[in-house]
């Protein structure tokens, strides 16, 4: 059980009604996971939110060729499987505990309800999904024009 207390250190819970939390610390399903060990496949479906409250989880996707290419190291407080987890689908993208690492787990139809029930707190949460969102499609943006202005380089 996650207790109440838990949430509120962590900055992603900052304003969101007492009422709320104690809903979400029902909700949430607390995972570990050992150093390596798989947390997500990608082509798997999805649906589930993982926020990392203890250690790190490596995002990674297979290249055509067969090769891991790392594409994040997402830190506690952050979350993985966002796209799936608001669009449904399959995971694009493998993810992997990076030392030994804690997960609260909200699925959908929890999320659904806390919705409903608390339609305010729920803004306050998606809005902090885009944010996430929208960071991860800069990085990749720079990383992308990094790449081509490299590649340019030994035209």
Same mark, same amino acid.
């Given at each position: 059980?996650?207790?109440?207390?838990?949430? =509120? /250190?962590?900055?992603?819970?900052? *304003? +969101?009604?007492?009422?709320? @939390?104690?809903?979400? !610390?029902?909700?949430?399903? #607390?995972?570990?996971?050992?150093? =390596? /060990?798989?947390?997500?496949?990608? *082509? +798997?479906?999805?649906?589930? @939110?993982?926020?990392? !409250?203890?250690?790190?989880? #490596?995002?990674?996707?297979?290249? =055509? /060729?067969?090769?891991?290419?790392?594409?994040?190291?997402?830190?506690?407080?952050?979350?993985?499987?966002?796209?799936?987890?608001?669009?449904?689908?399959?995971?694009?993208?493998?993810?992997?505990?990076?030392?030994?690492?804690?997960?609260?787990?909200?699925?959908?139809?929890?999320?659904?309800?806390?919705?409903?029930?608390?339609?305010?707190?729920?803004?306050?949460?998606?809005?902090?999904?885009?944010?996430?969102?929208?960071?991860?499609?800069?990085?990749?943006?720079?990383?992308?024009?990094?790449?081509?202005?490299?590649?340019?380089?030994?035209?």
């Amino acid at each position: 059980m996650i207790e109440v207390s838990q949430l =509120k /250190e962590m900055e992603t819970f900052q *304003g +969101v009604s007492d009422e709320a @939390l104690n809903f979400l !610390a029902d909700s949430l399903q #607390k995972r570990t996971y050992s150093d =390596k /060990e798989p947390i997500f496949r990608e *082509g +798997v479906p999805g649906g589930d @939110l993982y926020l990392v !409250a203890e250690g790190a989880v #490596k995002i990674s996707k297979r290249a =055509k /060729e067969g090769e891991a290419q790392n594409l994040a190291a997402v830190p506690k407080g952050q979350y993985v499987g966002i796209m799936t987890f608001l669009a449904g689908g399959n995971h694009s993208a493998d993810a992997v505990a990076q030392g030994n690492c804690a997960l609260y787990v909200l699925d959908r139809r929890a999320f659904d309800k806390f919705v409903e029930s608390f339609p305010r707190d729920a803004v306050k949460l998606m809005n902090l999904f885009i944010q996430e969102l929208i960071g991860s499609l800069r990085s990749m943006n720079e990383r992308y024009i990094d790449m081509v202005n490299y590649m340019g380089r030994w035209r």
